[in-house]
């Protein structure tokens, strides 16, 4: 099983920028469908970008043209790019490690909603702080 820990979090003023890392031991990240989602207290957590082993990703509307999630694969990391952060975009982000969901006979990963309750992996999360 992969084992996975998150860094990067902080708090920052609107319209800044910051980069989550997710590094993952005892096994391939590219073995996993990758994602990230977050959670406010008292809030169902949110999906926030699926990344897949061909590197196709997908993101929730929330978040669309100012995060951006990648890979590196020989670094077994899994980035998440964060830009014009808003104080919505706060709360505790978790990298997830996710299996492939196979329905209807069709393989495929998880959608960004369906990231928090997928079967898989998760990190311990990392806050993020977004102050207007």
């Known amino acids: 099983d992969v084992q996975l820990v998150e860094s990067g979090g902080g708090s920052v003023q609107a319209g800044q920028s910051l980069t989550l890392s997710c590094v993952g031991s005892r096994r391939s990240i590219g073995d996993y469908c990758m994602g990230w989602f977050r959670q406010v207290p008292g809030k169902e957590p949110e999906g926030v970008a699926v990344i897949d082993s061909e590197g196709h990703k997908t993101y929730a509307d929330s978040v669309k043209g100012r995060f951006t999630i990648s890979q590196d694969i020989l670094k077994n990391t899994l980035y998440l790019q964060m830009n014009n952060l808003r104080p919505e975009d706060s709360g505790v982000y978790y990298c997830?490690?996710?299996?492939?969901?196979?329905?209807?006979?069709?393989?495929?990963?998880?959608?960004?909603?369906?990231?928090?309750?997928?079967?898989?992996?998760r990190g311990q999360g990392t806050q993020v702080t977004v102050s207007s």
């Open positions: 997830a490690a996710n299996y492939i969901m196979v329905i209807a006979y069709q393989s495929r990963c998880p959608l960004p909603d369906e990231v928090p309750r997928a079967r898989g992996f």
